[in-house]
C-alpha cells in the first residue's frame, strides 16, 4: 500500500505539472491559474452542497431506525472529490467532477459497498447491536445509558465483558 501511495504521491504530481505546462503554452499563465481557481471554488461549492444533502439523507434514515451505509460511503465519494478538486490541476479536477455525478458516484459507492464486510460477514448495512451497561462509582452513586434498547437482545448472547480493560466514554450523573 505504501509503495502505490508513494507512486501516486510523485506519478500524479508529474501529470498535473505537465498539463499546466501545456494549458499554459497555449492559453497562457494567468488564464490558467484563474481557471484552476474557479474549478476549484466550483468544485468546493458543490462537493459542499451534494455533502449536506446526503447529511440531510443519513439525518432522515437514522431517525426511521435505519443504516445509512449507502449515504456513508456516498459521503466518503464525496470527501474524496472534494480533495481531487481542491488540489490545484487539470487532471484532479476531471476525476473530481466525475464523482460529483451522481450515476458515477452511486456506482463507485455500489462497488466500494460490495468490498466492505463487517465482524458477522455480512454485507455493509448489517444491523448494528447496542448494550447498555450500568456502573457503579465507589461513593455508591450508579450511572446508566440514557438509551433504552430492551428489546435489542432478543435471542441475542450478551456482550463479554473482560477484566481489567479500561473503558473510556462520558456520563451522566443522576442525582
Same mark, same amino acid.
Given at each position: ?19 499546466l505546462m ?6 497562457? %499563465?494567468?488564464p ?21 444533502? $446526503? ?21 466518503l ?9 481542491? #488540489?490545484?490541476?487539470?487532471v $484532479?479536477d476531471? =476525476? ?9 458516484? @452511486? ?5 466500494v ?6 465482524? @458477522?460477514?455480512? %454485507?455493509?448495512?448489517?444491523? %448494528?447491536?447496542?448494550?447498555s451497561?450500568?456502573?457503579?462509582? $465507589?461513593?455508591?452513586? #450508579? ?7 430492551? !428489546?435489542v =437482545?432478543?435471542d441475542?448472547?450478551p456482550?463479554?465483558?473482560? @477484566?481489567?480493560? #479500561?473503558?473510556?466514554? !462520558? ?5
Amino acid at each position: 500500500m505504501f509503495r502505490i501511495l508513494f507512486a501516486l504521491f510523485i506519478i500524479v504530481p508529474i501529470i498535473e505539472i505537465t498539463v499546466l505546462m501545456q494549458v499554459g503554452e497555449f492559453i497562457g %499563465a494567468w488564464p490558467t491559474v484563474t481557471l484552476v481557481i474557479i474549478s476549484a471554488w466550483l468544485g468546493a461549492k458543490y462537493v459542499r452542497q451534494q455533502g449536506l444533502a $446526503t447529511l440531510q439523507s443519513v439525518q432522515t434514515k437514522m431517525e426511521k431506525n435505519e443504516m445509512p451505509s449507502g449515504e456513508i460511503v456516498t459521503g466518503l465519494v464525496l470527501l474524496v472529490a472534494g480533495v481531487l478538486l481542491v #488540489t490545484p490541476g487539470f487532471v $484532479t479536477d476531471i =476525476f473530481g467532477l466525475l464523482l460529483l455525478v451522481p450515476s458515477v458516484r @452511486q456506482a463507485l459507492a455500489n462497488s466500494v459497498q460490495k468490498h466492505i464486510k463487517t465482524s @458477522q460477514g455480512s %454485507a455493509f448495512g448489517a444491523s %448494528a447491536h447496542f448494550h447498555s451497561t450500568t456502573f457503579t462509582q $465507589t461513593s455508591g452513586h #450508579t450511572y446508566e445509558n440514557d438509551v433504552d434498547n430492551s !428489546d435489542v =437482545f432478543v435471542d441475542k448472547k450478551p456482550i463479554a465483558h473482560h @477484566q481489567g480493560e #479500561t473503558i473510556e466514554g !462520558d456520563f451522566k450523573r443522576k442525582d
